[in-house]
């Protein structure tokens, strides 16, 4: 059967999509090793509430708000060191490698700064809890694993910094491995402090909380040891790193600070919004904490691709090639969809495979009590999931280039909306957990199509973080040729 002049056509398309600069093969190469890191950590997470549910339900429905508190008192600066990537990115799309070891290091030392003010929480950990009303029992495993995670702070801020060096770079495979072996040595020791099994004692949720800590400490000596090579330090100018660079440190406040802001300002909401769905009960706190598990196996890779999304688009307008930022952004935007539209049907399909290892390690009855609410909840997962994926991808695009101060804004006006959508409707219309998830449904729908405009608006395409530098003299001879070849 002869093929057609059309399927030839379709089939060059597809070839090009694949093969072309920014297409889905160069992506790919970036993305996958971090879609693959993050799915690691997943796992991880997915495992450590497995194993809390096995272990108590109150210690599994302490995990998720004692984690959120956790992270929301950490996410400032880690979202301020995390944006030395947009800065690696920039310098190494402009060619100026010895600029990135002195952005790197200015992202370090803030991790560094943040070390003690976190420590300083630890002894008001019970506060936090106490104040939100949750059970005795609850708040009480809440405190313990606040407490353990904060002596973690250092290793996951500093990490994150060390980590910046090599995806603005494009070396993404470094933090595959890095990140891989650090969320299966946590795994491990879950197994062992949670239960208590070869010789350690049994823990509980205190020893997830431990397990989480040594993970993300031995994550700093991995990156460590892998930047100490010569040819890192040499070519990147890594030990630039210890000194201070006013301008540049200034220059990561300015951009990174909003992007700290504004994880702040949304994990704080997410935060509140979790201690809302407390109040309505232990067993509403568990089947949220199981939904929002099974969603972050869709959720949490395109989280890698976010990062791929900002490395690239910085790359690219540090060569000042804002056309190839685009294309690279629509050809994630593609492969993010082929990964998440399969997932969304899962969830609302076959939902209870999902839940299949939560339900092994609990009585049938008990998990059957929670199962059918779960399901309901995943039905408004495979809704969003769409939005959610738009949301991360538009958002890291534009964080690429620098766009941090309207990120920061719309997270302001939006990220309180299903926290008092919420509230209102528990308060004074009776409205329990499926009204929440309603109010966090909309949420989510909104701001995926805000940062869908921002990214069509290309306001972007003009940002850059780092700073300029002044062409060099043109030779003469080249300039009179360049013109002699356009008059011809």
Same mark, same amino acid.
């Given at each position: ?409 719309? +997270? $302001?006006? =939006? !990220?309180?909306?299903? *926290? ?6 528990? %308060?004074?219309? #009776? @409205? ?5 998830? +309603? $109010?966090? =449904? !909309?949420?989510?729908? *909104? ?6 405009? %921002?990214?069509? #608006? @290309? ?30």
């Amino acid at each position: 059967m002869a093929i057609t002049e059309d399927e030839l056509r379709q089939g060059s398309r597809i070839r090009n999509w694949w093969s072309r600069r920014c297409g889905a093969h160069e992506v790919l190469c970036l993305a996958l090793p971090l879609v693959i890191s993050t799915i690691s950590w997943t796992i991880m997470n997915f495992v450590d509430r497995m194993f809390l549910l096995w272990y108590s339900m109150p210690a599994m429905a302490a995990a998720m708000p004692g984690g959120m508190v956790y992270f929301t008192l950490v996410c400032l600066p880690l979202g301020v060191v995390m944006y030395g990537n947009t800065f690696v990115a920039q310098y190494s799309g402009s060619n100026r490698p010895e600029r990135i070891g002195p952005a790197v290091g200015q992202a370090v030392r803030i991790a560094i700064f943040s070390i003690i003010p976190a420590l300083l929480i630890v002894p008001f950990a019970d506060e936090v809890f106490n104040w939100v009303g949750h059970s005795e029992t609850v708040a009480k495993y809440e405190t313990i694993y606040l407490r353990v995670l904060l002596f973690g702070a250092g290793g996951m801020l500093i990490a994150a910094a060390q980590s910046t060096f090599f995806t603005g770079r494009g070396e993404t495979r470094v933090v595959m491995i890095v990140d891989s072996s650090a969320a299966a040595l946590n795994v491990l020791l879950d197994y062992l402090m949670i239960f208590g099994h070869l010789g350690f004692p049994e823990m509980g949720i205190e020893g997830a909380a431990w397990a989480t800590v040594v993970s993300q400490w031995s994550k700093v000596l991995f990156y460590g040891a892998i930047m100490i090579r010569p040819h890192y330090v040499h070519t990147y100018h890594l030990l630039d790193g210890f000194r201070f660079d006013r301008d540049l440190f200034s220059r990561l406040l300015r951009f990174g600070g909003p992007n700290g802001l504004q994880f702040f300002v949304e994990i704080f909401a997410l935060t509140l919004f979790m201690m809302l769905v407390g109040r309505l009960g232990e067993e509403a706190m568990v089947m949220t904490t199981l939904a929002f598990n099974v969603n972050s196996m869709a959720f949490v890779p395109i989280l890698g691709l976010g990062t791929a999304v900002t490395t690239m688009v910085g790359k690219q307008l540090g060569d000042n090639r804002p056309d190839m930022a685009s294309r690279a952004t629509w050809t994630s935007y593609h492969l993010a969809i082929l990964y998440t539209l399969p997932m969304g049907v899962l969830y609302l399909l076959t939902p209870g495979v999902f839940l299949m290892g939560h339900a092994s390690g609990m009585e049938a009855e008990q998990f059957s009590q929670l199962e059918s609410t779960v399901i309901i909840l995943l039905r408004f997962v495979a809704f969003y999931v769409l939005f959610d994926t738009t949301a991360v991808v538009f958002v890291s695009a534009i964080k690429g280039a620098g766009d941090t101060h309207f990120v920061l804004i719309t +997270t $302001a006006w =939006t !990220a309180p909306l299903p *926290l008092i959508a919420g509230t209102v409707g528990v %308060r004074w219309f #009776g @409205g329990g957990l499926l009204w929440c998830w +309603t $109010a966090i =449904t !909309a949420w989510i729908c *909104l701001v995926g199509f805000i940062y869908l405009f %921002r990214f069509l #608006g @290309g306001r972007w395409k003009t940002m850059r973080v780092i700073e300029s530098v002044a062409a060099p003299p043109s030779d003469p001879a080249e300039t009179e040729q360049a013109i002699n070849s356009t008059a011809v």
